[in-house]
Structures are given as C-alpha cells and as structure tokens.
C-alpha cells in the first residue's frame, strides 16, 4: 500500500507551520523545505506489511504534531518537535526501503573498533583513561542500538579517538601493537565513512 496518510500528514504539518506564529521565517523556509521534501519521497513509497508498526507510529507522531500548534508550547519546543519529526520521517526510509542492513553491520563495526581501541588505549593513556573510555562506548553501542542520535553523536567522539590512537602507536612501531594501530586506523577511516552513510537512519 502507498504512504498516502503520511504525506497527507506532512502536507498538513507545512501548512499549520506556515500559519504558526511560534515560528520564525527563517526556521518556517527551512522546515517547510525539508517537509516538502520527504513528502514528495513518501508518495512513491510502498509500505509492506512487516513496515506496519513504524507507519501507523509515524501518523500517530504526526497527528500528535499537529496538536501541539494548539496547545500553548514555547517556540522552541516546537521547533524542536517538528526537527524531530523530520529526523523520524527521514530515518523510517531506511525501513520502508529495506536498507536497515547497513545498522547491523555499523554495529558490529563498532563493536570491533571499540575492542581494539580498549587494547590500545592503556599503554598510550594509562588504564584510567581506558576505563573511562568504558562510559562513552556503552552510552555508543546503546544509542546505536536503539538508532538514537546520541549514538551518532558518541560515536562520532570514539571514532576520532580510535583513529588517533591507532596512528600514535603505529608512529611508535611498538610490534604486535604497532600492527594493531594501522589496523585500527584504517577500520576507524572506514567507520567516518558509515556515519555519514547512516546518520540518517538515527531519530
């Protein structure tokens, strides 16, 4: 079947933004853009039976939207819902187009890369440091898990901090850890690249 009540819904989401005045123009033009957007994308979208439960939450979201321009919100509770609502519509695609795959893999990625910086990590910061690391990388793994975008944002920290690391001990020429740290930089240059493929499919 067609998404017809989503983008049925996101054309009446633009027109009560533009009637609203707890947006500003600025943000009004941007979101309406961005709404106008995804709605043309959901009128050629098929919905499967196994997408049902992430259809019906979309229009359950959007008649919720709609509610809050009546109620009194500040301006920026509703930017914020509204920015939420964009980054769920875009995220859903990836359900509806079957491409969910690509998380299970970015997942285990991460896992991987997180071991190997968990190795690295004392003998070039100090155990402290490595059992801190612990903290972020769970918070990471969970917010993957669950595609909320603190798994992105965490991830984009570790990622980085991988990358460094791997380098520092490749510089060192340290052996066995030596090997370990090309490694590691090569997979996290990879894992920069997979969270710009799926930041999208994070709500």
Request: no cysteine; hydrophobic share 50%; net charge positive.
């Amino acid at each position: 079947m067609k998404a017809t009540k989503v983008f049925t819904m996101i054309d009446d989401i633009v027109k009560r933004i533009q009637k609203s005045d707890d947006v500003t123009q600025a943000d009004m033009e941007k979101m309406t853009v961005q709404l106008t957007e995804l709605a043309d994308i959901y009128r050629d979208i098929d919905i499967q039976e196994e997408n049902m439960a992430v259809y019906d939450a979309l229009r359950n979201k959007g008649e919720w939207l709609k509610s809050q321009f009546s109620s009194k919100k500040s301006s920026d509770r509703i930017k914020k819902e509204i920015n939420r609502y964009i980054r769920l519509l875009r995220a859903s695609l990836a359900d509806f187009r079957g491409e969910t795959g690509v998380l299970l893999r970015f997942h285990r990625m991460f896992v991987i890369l997180s071991l190997a910086l968990l190795m690295l990590s004392p003998g070039m910061y100090g155990p402290v440091m490595s059992v801190l690391l612990v903290i972020p990388v769970f918070g990471a793994l969970r917010g993957i898990r669950d595609r909320r975008m603190n798994g992105i944002y965490l991830s984009g920290l570790i990622v980085p901090l991988a990358l460094v690391t791997g380098i520092n001990w490749l510089r060192a020429g340290a052996g066995l850890f030596s090997i370990l740290g090309a490694a590691t930089s090569v997979f996290a240059l990879v894992m920069i690249y997979m969270i710009y493929k799926v930041k999208d499919m994070f709500v």
